[in-house]
């Protein structure tokens, strides 16, 4: 049966996934109703269309004349983080009791490959819509979580970074995303780029200061003897991880990166087993996971970590003040996780 790929088939898809979020999560938040927000932050990478998403949401819910929109495009699966963070710039300078609505979402109707190329068929395997919506206020009232440190870092001054997630179309004229083979180096280095400046802020001292004298005995050395750089461990600040889910290669790559065990990146893994890659909402998704699980307790602190087109690597630290009593989008299934997942096959 071949795919809808039609402007009204990806307008349903839309209208479906990002009005279920944002009736989820105004349902859950009972105090805030629509004519209290103030500001609606959307990201959707690869459908833009018009009138835009934050003008759908407007019209649907009928908020104020004088709400603030903004409608975030082609930045791939990290704009979710990007959303936060426009969100947390609106709120530093708003009045107390100012609300910003972000909704995250990839729509993909309109964008399914039908060409033969390998590089951009792999996306039509891994990536599934979604959508996830959140509520942030300058005010503590009523708080879930509290927002921590954001930090985005973006490698697309290299043109092999540019060119690593690409929209463009095929030799026989089929429009597609093209994923590079130099994906995960291209990630890996971007991702140290994020943590050296992420890193300074979050680490405890007693980590800092560790690296600090790892790096001073590798210049006392002068390269007569190899000194290895202490890898800092972040568990030390994070009781959480939600690593952004763009595929089993990315999870195990940040997996060795950091230093991380198979349980500490379980919400990630369980997510793209279930879910797929959403794109920018797979962390909302992973979130969910942790509270669904019982895990998530006050006080405990949470690093989500994105990667997308640019290419880009975002973070950003969350604490727990309140944690969820429903089980959100793992509400039928969360009993059969985790599930163990089989041995990639790799060729000789």
């Known amino acids: 049966m071949p795919p809808y790929r039609s402007l009204h088939a990806a307008r349903e898809e839309a209208e479906l996934v990002i009005f279920s979020a ?11 109703k629509p004519q209290d927000i103030d500001a609606v932050v959307v990201n959707c990478s690869i459908f833009a269309p018009t009138p835009a998403f934050v003008d759908m949401i407007v019209n649907r819910y009928k908020l104020r004349p004088d709400v603030r929109n903004v409608n975030l495009s082609g930045m791939g699966c990290s704009a ?33 490959y039908v060409g033969k190329e390998r590089e951009m068929l792999l996306p039509n395997c891994i990536f599934r819509m ?8 300058n005010s503590p009232d009523h708080a879930r979580f509290k927002l921590g440190r954001v ?45 050296a400046a992420f890193a300074t802020h979050v680490l405890p001292a007693s980590e800092k200061l560790l690296v600090a004298v790892s790096l001073l005995k590798r210049a006392l050395a002068r390269g007569k003897v190899r000194v290895r750089l202490y ?15 763009g595929g089993r290669a990315v999870i195990d790559d940040v997996q060795r990166g950091l230093g991380l065990s198979d349980a500490d990146v379980e919400a990630s893994r ?6 797929g890659n959403t794109s920018s909402s797979s962390m909302l998704y992973e979130l969910a996971y942790i509270e669904a699980k019982g895990r998530m307790n006050k006080g405990d602190r949470v690093w989500m970590i994105a990667f997308g087109s640019g290419f880009k690597c975002n973070s950003v630290a969350w604490e727990c003040i309140k944690p969820a009593t429903g089980a959100g989008p793992w509400a039928d299934c969360i009993h059969r996780y985790p599930v163990r997942l089989p041995e990639v096959a790799k060729d000789v």
């Open 22 to 32: 944002i009736d989820d999560v105004f349902g859950k938040c009972s105090v805030v």
């Open 80 to 112: 979710g983080l990007v959303s936060v963070g426009v969100a947390k710039n609106i709120l530093q300078v708003a009045p107390p009791g100012t609300h910003v609505l972000i909704v995250s979402t990839e729509i993909l109707s309109s964008q399914n």
């Open 130 to 137: 979604g959508a996830g919506a959140m509520i942030l206020s």
């Open 151 to 195: 930090v985005r870092t973006t490698t697309a001054a290299r043109d092999s970074s540019y060119r690593c997630v690409f929209q463009e179309e095929d030799k026989e004229g089929h429009l597609g995303v093209r994923l590079s083979k130099d994906l995960l180096v291209t990630a890996g280095q971007a991702l140290k780029s994020n943590i």
């Open 231 to 245: 890898r800092p461990d972040f568990r030390t600040a994070f009781e959480h991880f939600c690593i952004h889910a």
């Open 270 to 275: 369980m997510t793209l087993h279930r879910f």
